[in-house]
Antibody
Framework: QVQLVQSGSELKKPGASVKVSCKASGYTFTSYAMNWVRQAPGQGLEWMGWINTNTGNPTYAQGFTGRFVFSLDTSVSTSYLQISSLKAEDTAVYYC??????????????????WGQGTLVTVSS | SYELTQPPSVSVSPGQTARITCSGDALPKQYGYWYQQKPGQAPVLVIYKDSERPSGIPERFSGSSSGTTVTLTISGVQAEDEADYYCQSADSSSTYVVFGGGTKLTVL
């Protein structure tokens, strides 16, 4: 079955970096884009952006430019999220989520299915 | 920036019907999607393209759209439906994805 499995929880100090992985299985990895979504403690879902798994071209949402980097290793069907210069406010659960939509007639429609199980990143001194 | 507005909470008794709304200016041009999130778990898609139900999602979950509002309806609510529900859509030019703030469904 289609599945996304993420790496385990991380505890980091302010200023450090973290790299979260998301391994896909059960489908052709390069046929679907991958998205990243952040959920701060007790808060809602926030779309961070997506990466084209064919070209490796990333698109970052407003507020997620500069310190956030999406990357791929297509040989192992894995997407990565790297966050540098970590701050306390980066403490959150980070989800990868496969795009399930399509483009037609000049418009694109996208939704996410399935999601990874989430990776908790805690930033604390 | 574009926003989707959901009520923070909805409460219903078991067996009753729950309706959760999501409002946004671009919804006449964009589809709405709904996710269920239980505590400590990842979100799960329950409705896509306003009213389509993924395989494996119970028939009591349905969706509809009217103007600038999409609605998730859960008929015959069960205790296991207690969760946070998030709507999702995109801006009118399909440039970026947006989530609503989430609605906590409480089954009394």
């Amino acid at each position: 079955q289609v599945q996304l499995v993420q790496s385990g929880s991380e505890l980091k100090k302010p200023g450090a970096s973290v790299k979260v992985s998301c391994k896909a299985s059960g489908y052709t990895f390069t046929s679907y884009a991958m998205n990243w979504v952040r959920q701060a403690p007790g808060q809602g879902l926030e779309w961070m952006g997506w990466i084209n798994t064919n070209t490796g071209n990333p698109t970052y949402a407003q507020g997620f430019t500069g310190r956030f980097v999406f990357s791929l290793d297509t040989s192992v069907s894995t997407s990565y999220l790297q966050i540098s210069s970590l701050k306390a406010e980066d403490t959150a659960v980070y989800y990868c989520a496969r795009s399930a939509g399509y483009c037609s007639g000049g418009s694109c429609y996208d939704w996410f299915d399935p999601w990874g199980q989430g990776t908790l990143v805690t930033v604390s001194s | 920036s574009y926003e989707l507005t959901q009520p923070p909470s909805v409460s219903v008794s078991p067996g009753q019907t729950a309706r959760i709304t999501c409002s946004g200016d671009a919804l006449p041009k964009q589809y709405g999607y709904w996710y269920q999130q239980k505590p400590g778990q990842a979100p799960v898609l329950v409705i896509y393209k306003d009213s389509e139900r993924p395989s494996g999602i119970p028939e009591r979950f349905s969706g509809s759209s009217s103007g600038t509002t999409v609605t998730l309806t859960i008929s015959g609510v069960q205790a296991e439906d207690e969760a946070d529900y998030y709507c999702q859509s995109a801006d009118s030019s399909s440039t970026y994805v947006v989530f609503g703030g989430g609605t906590k469904l409480t089954v009394l």
